[in-house]
């Protein structure tokens, strides 16, 4: 019997791969429970634009005619909303695969990418399955005002002759701290050239601070940025897939080398485009999120237990215990919420921000899982 995994890359044998939050249906039906609720994925709890449902429903007669494989019509509005050109946007299979499809372009044996301690798992794993070094730069002390959060210094630090791509998450997951305008500019303006950074703006309509920085506002000036964005949080649409970065004409154009056809479904663009256009169910899903993070956020501190403060549509808390047997017994009262052990947070879990209900039923459970 051949051995396959010997046969594999050096980084794919060592990779583990990423683990998605736990569905709902697979709980229910582990533990015959019903009416469990998913805080683990930092969904929209609002669920998709009604607009985007109705713009699917009327495609739906067109599935066996293949996708457009450029996007031109999303690609047209998105480059409208950012002031850019349509030759400047890359559409993906959820902006994780834009982060795959810069590990294949710039990434390999001999070269490396730096990234924060706590930041996005996506980034690690990406660099390793090319065979690159991955440089994780030390995050912030967490008695600083962003604990947990990027130290660009540090991060500055870990750059080299060979790296080649620099990534930031901004606000990051899982922590929710996030890097001030002048803070990001002055570093990219330090970062040598032939250096790409990626700014995964994941979470950038939830956001509220006054400094926070638009950064698809500065691919114009920093041709070695690359701006990354989602419809899967506040547009509500991860079960589809969408994502797309902005940058470059040149870096688009090498993305595009790579991108597989047809890697965005139709339903896909079609929702898209649907959503980008109903700014009312950005606004109530930003407004939900609100005040949803304001509630979850005076209900830990009532409780005495530490979080990191967040911009995003979730909170990481720290249980101050092995978080492993506090998210079983919250699953046998039927809530998910995130263990965050593997970014460097022993004891921390992570929830994502839901309806006011969603919130009360968390924390209700939380209360009668620490009591015990």
Request: glycine residues 8%.
């Amino acid at each position: 019997m051949v051995d396959f995994s010997v046969l594999a890359v050096p980084g794919v044998q060592a990779l583990r791969p990423y683990e998605p939050g736990k569905p709902v249906a697979t709980l229910e039906r582990e533990l015959g429970i019903r009416a469990a609720v998913k805080l683990a994925s930092n969904e929209n709890p609002l669920g998709p634009s009604p607009r985007a449902l109705a713009a699917i429903q009327a495609v739906l007669s067109e599935l066996h005619i293949y996708p457009d494989g450029n996007g031109f019509a999303l690609k047209q509005a998105l480059a409208h909303r950012h002031g850019l050109t349509a030759e400047q946007v890359t559409l993906g299979n959820g902006s994780n695969e834009i982060l795959e499809l810069v590990a294949r372009t710039w990434l390999g044996p001999g070269r490396n990418a730096v990234f924060s301690r706590h930041a996005f798992a996506v980034y690690p794993l990406v660099v390793q399955a090319v065979s690159a070094e991955g440089r994780p730069a030390d995050a912030l002390p967490v008695d600083s005002g962003q604990p947990f959060g990027h130290d660009l210094e540090a991060m500055l630090a870990r750059v080299d002759a060979d790296t080649r791509v620099v990534f930031i998450a901004n606000p990051n997951n899982p922590t929710g701290t996030w890097v001030s305008a002048g803070a990001l500019e002055g570093f990219l303006a330090r970062v040598p050239p032939e250096t790409l950074v990626v700014v995964d703006e994941a979470y950038a309509e939830y956001v509220e601070a006054t400094d926070y920085p638009d950064t698809t506002q500065w691919v114009q000036r920093f041709p070695n940025l690359m701006v990354t964005r989602t419809f899967s949080k506040i547009h509500g649409l991860a079960g589809l897939r969408l994502g797309y970065s902005v940058s470059s004409t040149g870096v688009a154009e090498l993305l595009n080398r790579v991108r597989q056809p047809f890697n965005v479904n139709s339903l896909a663009q079609t929702a898209g485009l649907a959503a980008l256009a109903d700014t009312d169910h950005v606004a109530e899903s930003a407004r939900v999120n609100r005040e949803g993070l304001a509630q979850v956020t005076a209900a830990l501190r009532d409780r005495g237990l530490d979080f990191i403060p967040s911009v995003g549509n979730f909170i990481t808390f720290d249980v101050r215990r092995p978080p492993g047997p506090v998210y079983e017994r919250l699953l046998r009262q039927g809530v998910i919420v995130r263990p965050v052990a593997n970014y460097g947070l022993p004891t921390h879990l992570r929830v994502t921000i839901g309806t006011r209900d969603e919130n009360d039923r968390f924390l209700n459970a939380l209360d009668s899982v620490l009591k015990a």
